[in-house]
């Protein structure tokens, strides 16, 4: 069914917001056959996420989807059939207007992803607008039974692990006053890893670590720790980094469903929130994620994670990780299938916006 359907994103988390819309918007053209517009109010990050992407332009097309810039005053345009915004962005007055004088498009909030309880009881929630003919519905990512899934393409590649002498770990992450304890430990420590650092925050930290100069494309040593500072990768070349590591450190929302999908073991810094509220995601995905793990290797995921978001020591908890990656790298495909049940999420949003257009 060929449905046109205008997503908007506001960019807060630099790349993470923009990265699950691009992610949204292409699943949808490619593959659900939609008419896209993607509507966002800095382009600059869509630039590194897809070669090709031009930051000087206010329209552009490309794999489908038309990207637009979301200026003020917002442009006089007919209103898509399905209006999708992005983690409760506030549409353009004018656009709802608009809408309110079409007949009922489908408004849906696609909402962050979370592992908490309350999620399947919220999940299609129904809106009415105080004012205007209009309902919102909200949608949840999600992991389990009665939410929205995740995102994942069916042309999606996660590369394979080539097997070497040392412990290949990749590094992304926010700011975290942890990482100098975890880089000196891994190099004063006996076994040979190699650390692939993403570029922006990461490879700024490290480089202040090292001390020294640590410019994409730069290689450093300390003791057993072989450093690499990478070039921003786009999507498809992140995927394949993530697939050829032994260990994966994420954050935030779309590089974290990214490790799960390329079944790898990993370390996920949640976005800080006021008044520790990512605490609680924290401690609600882990619930779900080690309950297939034995005592030892679940208290070790447990306390290396809440060290490395700020609540341990991070030199003691590395050790007890270190031991339970095996098992890690062991339940990291079981946990794909079961995330995978609940289906794709561009696929269950549009079966739930068809059956209302």
């Avoid at 990478?230 to 992140?238: K, N």
């Avoid at 980094?241 to 799960?260: I, K, M, N, W, Y």
């Avoid at 700020?310 to 007890?320: F, L, P």
Wanted: with cysteine.
């Amino acid at each position: 069914m060929n449905v046109s359907c205008d997503l908007f994103c506001t960019v807060v988390d630099n790349f993470g917001d923009a990265g699950v819309c691009w992610r949204l918007a292409r699943q949808l053209a490619r593959e659900q056959g939609w008419t896209m517009r993607l509507w966002i109010d800095d382009v600059a990050p869509l630039c590194g996420l897809r070669p090709g992407v031009d930051a000087a332009l206010d329209r552009q097309s490309i794999d489908g989807v038309e990207i637009r810039r979301w200026t003020s005053p917002f442009p006089a345009v007919e209103p898509a059939q399905v209006v999708i915004e992005a983690f409760a962005c506030e549409l353009p007055a004018s656009y709802v207007a608009a809408m309110a004088q079409q007949q009922q498009p489908v408004w849906i909030n696609l909402e962050y992803l979370s592992a908490e309880n309350w999620v399947a009881g919220c999940h299609r929630m129904a809106s009415p607008h105080p004012t205007l003919p209009l309902v919102k519905h909200f949608f949840f990512p999600g992991f389990a039974k009665g939410t929205g899934g995740l995102i994942r393409e069916r042309d999606a590649d996660f590369g394979e692990r080539s097997p070497g002498p040392a412990l290949a770990v990749s590094l992304f992450c926010y700011d975290n006053p942890g990482l100098p304890a975890l880089l000196e430990t891994w190099a004063t420590g006996a076994e040979p890893i190699t650390c692939r650092v993403a570029d922006g925050l990461p490879r700024r930290q490290v480089a202040a670590w090292l001390n020294e100069p640590f410019a994409p494309g730069m290689e450093a040593r300390r003791g057993a720790l072989a450093l690499t500072a990478l070039p921003f990768l786009p999507q498809p070349e992140y995927d394949r980094l993530l697939g050829g590591c032994d260990l994966d450190f994420v954050r935030g929302e779309d590089s974290f469903v990214r490790a799960q999908w390329a079944q790898r073991p990993f370390v996920w810094q949640t976005y800080p929130q006021a008044g520790n509220a990512h605490g609680g995601k924290l401690e609600a995905f882990l619930a779900l994620y080690t309950a297939g793990l034995d005592g030892k290797a679940r208290q070790a995921v447990v306390d290396f994670s809440a060290a490395w978001n700020g609540g341990g020591d991070i030199a003691v908890t590395w050790a007890a990780l270190r031991r339970a990656l095996p098992q890690l790298a062991a339940h990291a495909e079981p946990w794909a299938r079961e995330i995978a049940l609940p289906g794709n999420l561009a696929e269950n949003l549009a079966q739930f916006c068809i059956g209302r257009i």
